[in-house]
């Protein structure tokens, strides 16, 4: 079982290396979204050193 429903993942066409990332829920609704950045060649293959995460909404939590 994953954590998310779908995960749209853009590569970089030459490395294969991943540039950005959706994870959407299984209502189709998008949960979050992250930007890799900052690759760097080891041991014969591509990794990346940075990745950000952004929510398009975040949570409301009850304040009472």
């Known amino acids: 079982m994953s954590t998310y429903a779908k995960i749209h993942l853009w590569v970089t066409s030459d490395q294969l290396v991943p540039v950005r990332a959706?994870?959407?829920?299984?209502?189709?609704?998008?949960?979050?979204s992250a930007w890799f950045s900052r690759s760097k060649s080891?041991?014969?293959?591509?990794?990346?050193?940075?990745?950000?995460?952004?929510?398009?909404a975040p949570l409301q939590r009850d304040r009472g």
């Open 42 to 56: 080891f041991s014969g293959g591509n990794f990346v050193r940075i990745m950000a995460l952004a929510n398009p």
């Open 22 to 32: 959706d994870y959407f829920l299984t209502s189709g609704k998008l949960q979050e």
